[in-house]
Nanobody, 124 residues
Framework: QVQLVESGGGLVQAGGSLRLSCTASGRTSSHYAMGWFRQAPGKEREFVAAVSWSGGSTYYADSVKGRFTLSRDNTKNTVYLQMSSLKPQDTAVYYC?????????????????WGQGTQVTVSS
């Protein structure tokens, strides 16, 4: 079992920045790719970004490419999502998730473990 805890959400004005963190505990010796998803009210959960276990490969949704940066520090069992140039349409609950296979990264079905989510609200 892996437990994931997100932090860093909050209220920010459009154009501002936030950094989300996701810390894993439990069976962290396994090599998991990590992903971030978000879900706005009335919408389906959507892929935001993912990073391979080594941190050497990252993947982004087109909607956040160039504005968000995902990184990880395996010594701290933590991944970071740096969000810049935020827009009101980025408002959502952001979830981190762990993927044991390292494939199918944009799909929610590829992830075995999920955090509880952290709210990000971007005001116009």
């Amino acid at each position: 079992q892996v437990q994931l805890v997100e932090s860093g959400g909050g209220l920010v004005q459009a154009g501002g920045s936030l950094r989300l963190s996701c810390t894993a505990s439990g069976r962290t010796s396994s090599h998991y790719a990590m992903g971030w998803f978000r879900q706005a009210p009335g919408k389906e959960r959507e892929f935001v970004a993912a990073v391979s276990w080594s941190g050497g490969s990252t993947y982004y949704a087109d909607s956040v490419k160039g504005r968000f940066t995902l990184s990880r520090d395996n010594t701290k069992n933590t991944v970071y999502l740096q969000m810049s140039s935020l827009k009101p349409q980025d408002t959502a609950v952001y979830y981190c998730a762990a993927n044991p296979l390292g494939s199918g990264l944009p799909s929610t079905y590829a992830y075995d473990y999920w955090g509880q989510g952290t709210q990000v609200t971007v005001s116009s």
